[in-house]
């Protein structure tokens, strides 16, 4: 039995009879394969670089100074310890202005691996096992180039002058630089205090880098972890770098919806194809149960044939995904800073998986049908296919195929939408085509005789052109959806933010500074509202406490409440802010403890009208009772807040200001100015940080156009399944016409007619589904808003109905060609 399935099979591959489904198959393997690959090198990379990745065994991080007692149990448990501190400032040199990461490092650092410097761009790097010396600083390439200095040269880092030492190349603890707000500066800590960088309202990041015995690092973490504190955290080697992971989230989002559309495509071909070659292999089935094979061992035999072409289509989708996978690392290059390992054999696991289910899960039913083939067909052809109850096996497939599509997907929200999108779809498709078959019935009358023989045949043959116009609806919404998401998410992305929007943010402007800083921007014609903030911890919502464990399936929520909030005080409702509910604060609340709270915070931590919330604010507790909530612009780039009081509640509270504004191209002169009179402020342009942005997103849109092809094609095989399935049971009618004299143009004319009708019908309905499946994956996985595209309805309709024809049109010629007598004796 064995060798005979295997004779079959390449039998039936040379033939052509197997190749749709070989072909469905290869291609939802590679398109799964190839995103597989480049998934787990970059998580075995970051596997193999975590030690690098941290400078240390044990992380620390937290936004403020780290206590007397943490530092004391250090030493306790004898622990190398070196610390670092990391903030945003800008720095300066000539007329060259630029904004930095400053890190800050002591003697002691880094505790594992090294750093790599060099004296030039471009020259060999030296490995050193320390950072500079105090008077020096290290520049990466990226600031060394904007400023335009060389080592040697000197700059301006608040109030100090320090000389360039080196140029740093690589960093124990910053291994995957993927894209970041601003390059490296990289200094001595004795210099921080005579630089005045380190303000009230500083945004800086406290770490400790601690190494040792793994016993006394078990010893150490089992005693902090108890007592950490808001804003406190741990970072190890199983914990660490969790933002590179967020860095590739949307990408992976993208990739996995292109490639889960490839899945269901592929199993909407399988269907087709599977039904297809049922449909002509029953009477070879009828002729060898004549000879003696009985229905279990028939069964066996398909069963085997099955395997051989699943582990086939395997292999070569494997393959492909394999070398496919460069493409897409190469289309995403910028993005990564390390060398990636090669993959390992997870990847090929699972498109192992896709081919089983798929072809399994959707050619079990075919294949029964195969195994029950009466014997009496071989006499009577006109007894067509075994009418078995196949609801089981379907839904065994569907069940499967629920499985792999949010695997692939690798978000289940992204993956369970989509697939019950679509399996809502073709309910509603199946019921829209009954009805417009059977609606195009009347108007079959008149016309040419194309036209009427035309839609003759598409009212006639209810259910195929049924199956046909729901498998093209399926196929062309799924490539569709993805066209749509795909250029519609960016697109909406790009003109999110107007083009007068600002595009500069200062922040930690000091009281005493205010008044000179309004004044300078007011003479640079600059109209710039300076608000007050202060930064406050919620500590409780109404009689609860909150913390990241009151949230545990939010992991939004829970970020919320670990970070510090920005709170600010104002009488009047902001510009681009509205009322959501409540009222606005009334002049009788002027000092007394009320807030507003913005309706996204307020939704994502179960926040009310009427609840009272405790915040620490610099080490006061202030309770504020919420009594109304705003919606906020946020696409507008002014400066927002989650939280706003009215005046005089935060009197005693240390206070810095921040503000926002749009400053025209050309106008470069007065970043000069600001920084030299005010060096402790940090100015952020957000310009720059948009076009970096959109390059990433660009980069994005390139790798999934490249995955967007495996699409394409699985596309195609649907578009050709569901085509020529509908010529193979037209076969015999169009050879009777020809017999009784239809010309071959009246035929071709009424095949076209027919053909234009299921394209256009389905584009049409593959259009709506598209919209609305789009729409719900935009709003509830991407979180965007997209814009109705009435044209695309007009388009995908005409779309559908060139496909159909210019596909049929081929098959077409083949049918006509064939001698009418040679089709009547070989039956259907």
């Not at 190749?19 to 469905?24: E, Q």
């Not at 910053?174 to 005579?194: E, I, S, W, Y």
């Not at 009208?609 to 620490?616: Q, T």
């Not at 946020?634 to 807040?641: G, K």
Request: net charge positive; with cysteine.
């Amino acid at each position: 039995m064995i060798r005979l399935a295997w004779r079959l099979l390449g039998r039936e591959l040379r033939s052509g009879e197997l190749r749709l489904l070989f072909a469905a198959l290869a291609i939802a393997v590679a398109s799964v394969t190839a995103v597989g690959f480049f998934a787990d090198r970059i998580r075995l990379a970051l596997e193999r670089e975590a030690q690098q990745l941290m400078g240390g065994d044990l992380l620390l991080i937290a936004d403020q100074a780290w206590s007397p007692e943490v530092l004391g149990e250090t030493r306790q448990q004898r622990l190398q310890l070196a610390e670092t501190l990391i903030f945003p400032s800008m720095v300066m040199t000539g007329e060259q202005v630029q904004l930095a990461d400053i890190k800050a490092v002591g003697s002691s650092y880094p505790l594992r691996g090294q750093l790599s410097v060099t004296t030039r761009a471009g020259a060999e790097s030296v490995a050193v096992d320390h950072g500079p010396e105090p008077g020096f600083v290290w520049l990466d390439e990226r600031l060394a180039g904007a400023l335009k200095i060389d080592v040697g040269g000197t700059l301006t880092v608040g109030l100090l002058r320090l000389k360039v030492g080196g140029i740093l190349l690589q960093e124990p603890d910053r291994g995957v630089n993927f894209f970041t707000l601003a390059p490296r500066l990289m200094m001595h800590q004795d210099d921080l205090p005579a630089s005045g960088l380190i303000q009230e309202g500083a945004r800086i990041s406290y770490r400790l880098l601690l190494a040792g015995e793994s016993e006394r690092i078990a010893a150490f973490k089992n005693w902090l972890e108890p007592r950490l504190l808001r804003g406190q955290r741990l970072e190890n080697t199983q914990n660490a770098r969790p933002e590179i992971r967020s860095a590739l989230d949307r990408a992976q989002r993208f990739l996995g919806l292109a490639t889960l559309l490839t899945v269901i495509l592929a199993a909407v071909a399988v269907v087709l194809a599977a039904r297809r070659y049922m449909q002509r292999h029953l009477d070879a089935c009828a002729v060898m149960r004549c000879l003696g094979l009985t229905q279990r061992r028939l069964v066996g035999l398909h069963f085997l044939i099955y395997c051989g072409l699943a582990i086939l289509a395997a292999a070569c989708g494997c393959l492909l995904g394999f070398l496919a996978h460069f493409a897409l690392l190469q289309s995403l290059s910028s993005w990564l800073g390390i060398s990636l390992p090669l993959p390992g054999w997870l990847p090929v696991w699972q498109g192992c998986a896709v081919a089983a289910v798929l072809l399994f899960g959707f050619a079990l039913p075919p294949l029964i049908q195969l195994g029950q083939v009466p014997v009496l067909r071989v006499l009577r052809r006109e007894l067509g296919a075994p009418k078995a109850s196949l609801l089981g096996a379907y839904l065994f497939g569907l069940a499967w195929l629920a499985a792999l599509v949010v695997l692939v997907a690798g978000d289940w929200r992204m993956g369970g939408l989509a697939f019950a999108g679509f399996a809502c779809a073709f309910g509603v498709f199946w019921l829209i085509a009954r009805l417009a078959v059977r609606a195009a019935a009347p108007f079959r009358h008149g016309g040419g005789f194309g036209w009427r023989q035309g839609l003759a045949n598409f009212s006639r043959h209810g259910t195929a052109s049924s199956i046909q116009i729901v498998a093209l609806a399926i196929g062309l919404m799924a490539m569709l959806l993805l066209t749509v998401t795909r250029v519609e998410l960016l697109d909406a992305w790009r003109k999110a933010t107007p083009p007068d929007a600002p595009n500069r943010f200062l922040i930690n402007i000091q009281p005493h500074q205010r008044d000179a800083l309004a004044r300078l921007l007011a003479d640079a014609g600059i109209q710039a509202e300076l608000a007050p903030m202060a930064r406050a911890r919620l500590l409780q919502i109404g009689e609860r406490r909150v913390s990241a464990a009151s949230f545990p399936e939010d992991e939004r929520a829970q970020r919320l409440v670990e970070r510090e909030f920005n709170l600010s005080w104002r009488q009047s409702l902001p510009p681009g802010n509205s009322l959501a509910a409540g009222r606005w604060f009334s002049t009788e609340e002027l000092g007394q403890g009320v807030a507003s709270v913005e309706a996204g915070l307020a939704k994502t931590l179960r926040i009310q009208l009427g609840d009272d919330l405790l915040f620490s604010v610099a080490g006061v507790e202030k309770k504020l009772r919420v009594v109304n909530l705003r919606k906020l612009d946020w696409e507008s780039m002014r400066v927002n807040f989650f939280v706003l009081t009215p005046p005089g509640i935060m009197d005693e509270v240390a206070t810095s200001y921040i503000t926002s504004f749009h400053l025209p191209p050309g106008n470069s002169t007065l970043n000069g100015q600001l920084l030299s009179q005010f060096p402790n402020i940090t100015l952020i342009d957000v310009s720059a940080l948009l076009r970096q942005l959109e390059t990433v997103m660009s980069q994005v849109s390139a790798a999934i156009q490249f995955i967007f092809l495996f699409t394409l094609v699985a596309g195609g095989v649907v578009l050709y399944s569901a085509l020529f399935s509908a010529f193979d049971e037209r076969r015999h009618a169009l050879a009777l016409m020809r017999a009784l004299g239809a010309q071959r143009r009246q035929l071709r004319q009424a095949m076209i007619v027919e053909l234009a009708a299921t394209g256009a019908l389905a584009g049409l309905i593959a259009a709506l589904g598209a919209e609305l499946l789009g729409q719900l994956i935009a709003r509830q996985v991407f979180q965007m808003a997209l814009a109705t595209n009435f044209t695309l309805f007009f388009g995908a309709a005409l779309i559908g109905a060139a496909l159909s024809t210019s596909t049929g049109w081929l098959a077409l010629r083949a049918l006509l060609a064939t001698p009418p007598l040679q089709v009547l004796r070989n039956g259907l």
